[in-house]
């Protein structure tokens, strides 16, 4: 086997490797985050039904929330207790079902509704956190989005997230991974 | 660069290749199941809360039950609407929460409680599913378990399933990734 060939075949196998990298935010020319793809795959950290951070009545329509981190930026988190630069959690909203089929109480997830995004991005926001909603008008998926003033969102988790600006304290997945 | 190190090198980078087997199940000498591993990183495909099938009373400890599937039959399921022997499906039982840190209103996931198991093992059971429970009394953790009675779980998969036995009409994700 001559070098070259040796080289060929490692260059061949190596991409393998580099699958691991991590999914990261990609933005449109004038700024705007465009909604992240195959999240799905990703790592589930847990879902809420219904979850609200005041008094006020329940929202109109009953819904989960699933959450959803990069599996790099987990095994970062479960190894360091930081998330790394370019984390990205993605808050997928599904409508509360019930009643349906064989199901009598409860409630399943039923239609998908949309996602929201939070993002650390150091070098673009000076918060390193910024969130983004991708719900738009009547429901429908926005194409892209642009960061949420700080007021509306970052400010409550960062003065409450339980770990870096992330409300760990309501993902289970993420509590047990958490170096002690 | 000798063909002996150029092999040593491919053998140090191909393994990483096998890491896309998938996951089967690992019984015990004497045929009980073994809870299966690091299922948390296989694919969520929907939660739900409280659900049951009959008109009786909520459960006592209101709960949220997450699902996860292997990768590999996820991609199956997608990409033929079946899944391949050795499917594993884990429901992650975990309690709901409420009004803890800022939360004031609907429920989130609080603690893990145990876990039970779908299984697909065409060479092993004669109807092709069985199911498992790994919760024991007083909430124990359970080591292996053995397939429940026929009539209290499969009867009702195989009647009520959407597809193969599994009930596919209240998880979103499969859902969404079934063949049309």
Request: hydrophobic share 40%; with cysteine.
């Amino acid at each position: 086997m001559t070098s070259r060939l040796a080289l060929a075949l490692l260059a061949s196998v190596l991409p393998l490797s580099s699958q691991n990298q991590m999914p990261g935010p990609v933005y449109t020319a004038d700024g705007a985050l465009l909604p992240p793809q195959s999240y799905r795959e990703w790592m589930f950290v847990g879902s809420n039904l219904d979850m609200g951070y005041s008094e006020a009545k329940a929202p109109k329509r009953s819904a989960f929330h699933n959450i959803y981190i990069q599996r790099e930026a987990y095994r970062e988190y479960a190894a360091t207790g930081r998330f790394p630069d370019r984390t990205i959690l993605v808050m997928e909203q599904v409508s509360a079902g019930t009643n349906a089929s064989i199901n009598k109480r409860g409630k399943f997830e039923d239609e998908f509704l949309g996602i929201e995004v939070a993002l650390k991005d150091e070098s673009r926001f000076p918060e390193k956190w910024a969130y983004f909603n991708f719900i738009g008008e009547g429901g429908k998926a926005l194409p892209a989005a642009r960061a949420q003033p700080k007021e509306r969102c970052w400010a409550c988790h960062n003065e409450h997230g339980a770990a870096d600006n992330v409300f760990v304290q309501f993902y289970p997945v993420l509590r047990a991974a958490r170096p002690r």
